[in-house]
């Protein structure tokens, strides 16, 4: 049980183009969501915590404007990377609570050219 | 403020001897602690949980840690380690002022030669 996946696993984009990352949790519902961003050898970066029905909370320094996160359903979230650029190339990894545990997706690479 | 410390970058280890990852925590309140393990380009997978209880819990694969209040401490460990151990292994506390994020460490890579 448990289980939440991310879709795509990888991705390759144009510079200024937008990249959805859909997050879902697959035998539980999940009013909190949050997605992650980790850098090689590196710790989790949080950038925003996903509420169903209702606007993101978004870290200090993450722009809002820029990852747009929509939590439709208790058991979808999608992160929206818009116009996204070179420096957004990074490993993005979702995570969904259940109960008191956060389980988190297997990650989608974007790759930005 | 609240945080978590792993204080080894890299843990070196022989394929059946014990293994140890340290944890030590700082929070206000009681913690929520949990253990993650990272293999390359996967997401997390939960270890284990110390919420209440036995102060000894025991995880996925053979993995289990301690629970010391006195220490601040939540050590991950292994009675006999397997090459397939080897990955990013991350410690995290639950955020008691905002419910639900988690702080995690830095990570420690664990490292089990045949």
């Known amino acids: 049980g448990a289980v939440v996946s991310q879709h795509p696993s990888w991705v390759i984009c144009k510079s200024g183009t937008s990249v959805k990352i859909e997050c879902r949790s697959l035998d539980f519902q999940a009013t909190t969501m949050f997605w992650y961003r980790q850098f090689p050898k590196q710790s989790l970066m949080l950038m925003a915590t996903?509420?169903?029905?209702?606007?993101?909370?978004?870290e200090q320094g993450v722009e809002k404007d820029k990852f747009l996160i929509n939590h439709a359903s208790l058991t979808l979230s999608t992160l929206t990377v818009t116009s996204a650029h070179p420096e957004d190339s990074s490993f993005y990894i979702c995570?969904?609570?259940?109960?008191?545990?956060?389980?988190f997706g297997p990650g989608t690479r974007l790759t930005v050219l | 403020a609240q945080s978590v410390a792993q204080p080894e970058d890299q843990v070196n280890v022989a394929e059946g001897n014990p293994l140890t990852v340290k944890c030590t925590y700082s929070v206000s309140g009681n913690p929520y602690l949990f253990w993650y393990v990272q293999y390359p380009n996967r997401g997390l997978q939960f270890l284990l949980k110390y919420i209440t209880g036995d102060n000894l819990v025991k995880g996925s694969y053979g993995f289990e840690a301690e629970f010391n209040k006195s220490q601040t401490s939540f050590h991950l460990k292994k009675p006999s380690a397997l090459v397939s151990d080897s990955a990013l292994y991350f410690c995290?506390?639950?955020?008691?002022?905002?419910?639900?994020?988690?702080?995690f460490g830095q990570g420690t890579e664990l490292s089990v030669k045949p």
């Open positions: 996903s509420n169903e029905g209702s606007k993101a909370t978004y």
């Open positions: 995570s969904a609570n259940n109960r008191d545990t956060q389980y």
């Open positions: 995290a506390v639950r955020d008691t002022n905002q419910g639900g994020k988690l702080i």
